[in-house]
RNA sequence: GCUGGCAUGGCACAGUCGGUAGCGCACUUCAUUGGUAGUGAAGAGGUCACGGGUUCGAUUCCCGUUGCUAGCUCCA
């Protein structure tokens, strides 16, 4: 057989061979991963192939794919550990997944200290160091295998598969899961591995099914990687904005206020409002113009939009239908407010295209479940807009969204930590859209069409659309690997209808517009808490709610403190002076703890010479320099919102 | 919504095998007037999340509620 190495050459072995013998031929690590092997690009048991006339690529321990047989094995030998220590729990599945593994199980939910006990467990298993064996059986005889062990989740599993199928089991000494593998040679080749966390979940993801017990681990090929993993989760946790967000006394939350329902505090609602301004004059700069409409209407409007019918349960209604006269309910989001400000007046051609942007403040009423610090919230506020399109147009304004988009991206920082994801309909699921599947098709194409002109790589997604339309969204993730979306821009070429919204053309005909629903920044806590754990909390400056403190070495150069303050904010500069009776090191120490950009040290010297003594978060100790020269700047930073590069140790 | 975990002064935490609580930081006052990451001293501050139950007695044990949190599900 051929085996295809790392660096692209190929070695051929002639006669029988063992797995272990081409592994240890061609590399230590490798016998750590020998069952896994790649024919034509499919991950496969090396045994199934071994001797056989293909060509094949083999895995190293450094492959992610050889990772995930060293993590899928070490979910064996869990399911092993599980079994032995409760005998009850019946197995569901235990995949690999990108930061280890996890495997589900019917049984008592874990304690940390069963987590525990299951790991000596999993260490003893390991040290014994079982060969795991591969074997097949026709899908019959799998099924009453497995329905002999009471394992009714894994009949469950059989039974989708084909009626000709080979079910492939492996079995490491007494245990036997069924599982495609591929696997270790032996158990004793888990060398550094760790369960994480146990939680609740529902079996094949619906919340219909029964919640199983859910078990994560990780696991590495060697104990440093392990420990610096473990070391990295540690890590994140001091970015996390939730954490650091209320440590910074960004926000806060309140039993009594309620859930989602966060507090911005002042630093927090600075930092906002400074987007916010922002944002407003790039809108305006972009042919924008801006409404200001009401936070809640009568539950005919929501009837009209469809979402009375559709999302009733995702939002604040007041009221009762069968008792009062008239219900109404807070908004979800803005689109209807913003037609009717368009059919307020009877539109030309002309008038197209329309750019309406309101800074706009949405309730939805999420599961108690769902809040998340400032990244799943019942009150938000997001910079929406509708724009009201010629159909010949849309193309043009589509592009524009993105443009201003990605103009907000790069100027936060952020451009590089997004991936576009085209969410399209799901012809599967055609019940919850509206409008034909040819109308579907042919926008999806025309926004993969814009996509690709600018050259914007993305990935499709069916399922993801609105119901009026597909759309681009702009997804980040926080610290812990979870996704949102930032920012979305949405192609509707059907509300128009249902809001009989209309132009007049050349003809005198009246015809529907399009309607592009986007948001430049999306939501503003959203985006907030995104930022805080981007820059851990040391944000661009132009961002930053308090700039520059004025340091004054002793009471005796207060009113020279004051005066560089004062000639701070004439420049509009947020800026303070501590004149707290402590020792300038004291001083110090807690204006970098609070992550502030700017120290200026003032004392005698610099108050004879109308000199600041610069410390940056920057560059540390940048010396004196000429209170004007300093202005003109950090004047200069902000107006370009510049992103000064860190270059000092942040070591304390 | 579901399954767990957690809830002690403003913050971060000890502690009580059931006998009404402590440290650090922050805060207040006094002294100190200093040159680049913590000056010294004194003081104030808690019905141990809320509501029930068990008990002679509950912050501690049990139940419920609320909030936070890890996941699952959901996210127009």
Redesign the pocket.
């Known amino acids: 057989m051929k085996v295809t190495l790392k660096d692209g050459s190929v070695k051929e072995y002639a006669g029988e061979m063992s797995v272990i013998d081409i592994a240890k031929d061609i590399s230590e690590g490798l016998a750590r991963v020998a069952t896994a092997g790649e024919v034509n690009g499919e991950v496969v048991d090396l045994r199934t192939v071994i001797n056989s006339d293909c060509e094949l690529n083999i895995l190293t321990a450094n492959d992610e794919k050889g990772l995930a047989a060293l993590r899928h094995t070490t979910s064996h030998v869990l399911a092993e550990a599980v079994k032995r220590l409760h005998p009850e729990a019946k197995l569901a599945i235990g995949p690999s997944i990108d930061t280890g593994f996890?495997y589900d199980f019917e049984c008592?939910?874990?304690?940390?200290e069963d987590l525990d006990a299951l790991e000596k467990e999993m260490k003893k298993i390991i040290k014994e160091g079982k060969a795991l064996e591969r074997y097949t059986l026709p899908r019959a005889e799998a099924i009453e295998f497995m329905k002999g062990k009471g394992e009714t989740y894994k009949v469950e599993l059989i039974e989708d598969l084909p009626e000709d199928a080979e079910i492939s089991f492996y079995s490491q000494g007494e245990f036997t899961d069924l599982c495609a593998g591929p696997h270790l040679m032996s158990t004793k080749n888990i060398k550094a591995f760790k369960l994480?966390?146990?939680?609740?979940?529902?079996?094949?993801?619906?919340?219909?099914n029964k919640?199983l017990?859910?078990v994560?681990g990780t696991a590495f090929n060697k104990k440093d990687e392990l420990e610096a993993y473990l070391a990295h989760l540690e890590d994140i946790k001091k970015r996390?904005h939730?954490?650091l967000g209320?440590?910074m006394e960004l926000f806060?939350?309140?039993?009594?206020?309620?859930?989602?329902?966060?507090l911005l505090m002042p630093k927090g609602a600075k930092m906002i409002q400074t987007m916010q301004r922002w944002i407003e004059d790039e809108e305006e700069k972009r042919g924008y113009v801006r409404t200001k409409t009401p936070l809640m209407a009568k539950s005919d409007l929501?009837k009209i939009s469809g979402?009375w019918d559709?999302?009733?349960?995702?939002?604040f209604v007041m009221g009762d239908e069968e008792k009062d006269k008239e219900v109404f309910a807070l908004r979800?989001?803005t689109?209807p407010f913003q037609y009717y400000v368009y059919k307020a007046s009877q539109k030309s051609y002309r008038d197209l295209p329309l750019r309406y942007g309101e800074t706009s403040t949405l309730?939805?009423?999420?599961?108690?479940?769902?809040?998340?610090?400032l990244t799943?919230v019942r009150q938000f506020t997001i910079s929406e807009g509708h724009l009201i399109v010629r159909p010949d147009q849309m193309d043009e304004e589509f592009k524009g969204c993105l443009d201003l988009a990605r103009y907000c991206l790069r100027t936060l920082g952020v451009e590089e930590d997004v991936t576009y994801r085209l969410?399209k309909w799901d012809p599967e699921n055609s019940e919850?859209y509206i409008g034909s599947a040819e109308v579907w098709e042919e926008t999806q194409q025309r926004i993969r069409n814009v996509l690709n002109e600018l050259e914007i790589p993305f990935f499709e997604e069916a399922?993801?659309?609105?119901?009026?339309g597909p759309?681009v969204?702009i997804q980040a993730k926080n610290v812990?690997?979870?996704?949102?979306?930032m920012i979305?821009i949405?192609w509707d070429a059907l509300l128009a209808e249902q809001f009989d919204m209309y132009y007049v053309d050349q003809n005198g005909e009246k015809v529907r517009p399009y309607i592009i629903?986007r948001t430049s920044m999306g939501c503003y806590e959203r985006t907030l808490a995104w930022l805080i754990e981007k820059y851990a909390g040391m944000f661009p400056t132009w961002l930053c709610p308090e700039q520059v403190r004025v340091?004054?070495?002793?009471?005796?150069?207060?009113d020279y403190a004051e005066k560089v303050e004062a000639e701070l904010k004439d420049n509009g500069i947020l800026a303070t002076v501590d004149n707290?009776?402590?020792?300038?090191?004291?001083?110090?120490?807690?204006a970098?703890?609070q992550k502030i950009p700017y120290?200026l040290?003032?004392?005698?010297?610099?108050?004879e010479q109308n000199?600041v003594?610069?410390?940056s978060r920057f560059l540390?100790?940048e010396?004196?320099k000429p209170l004007g020269d300093f202005i003109d700047a950090i004047c200069k930073e902000i107006r370009t919102k510049e992103i000064r590069k860190i270059e000092?140790?942040?070591?304390?």
């Open positions: 996890y008592e939910p874990f304690s940390r994480i966390s146990s939680s609740g979940a529902y079996w094949r993801g619906n919340e219909k919640m017990t859910r994560y996390d939730n954490k209320r440590e806060t939350t309140v039993d009594v206020i309620g859930q989602g329902l966060p929501y979402h559709h999302y009733k349960d995702g939002m979800p989001m689109c309730f939805r009423c999420e599961d108690s479940g769902e809040m998340h610090g799943r969410s919850k399922g993801e659309a609105a119901f009026y759309k969204d812990y690997g979870k996704e949102d979306t979305t949405q629903h340091l004054p070495i002793s009471e005796k150069y207060k707290r009776a402590e020792k300038i090191g004291y001083k110090i120490r807690e970098r703890l120290m040290v003032v004392g005698q010297q610099e108050e000199l003594s610069v410390r540390g100790d010396g004196q000092v140790e942040e070591n304390k």
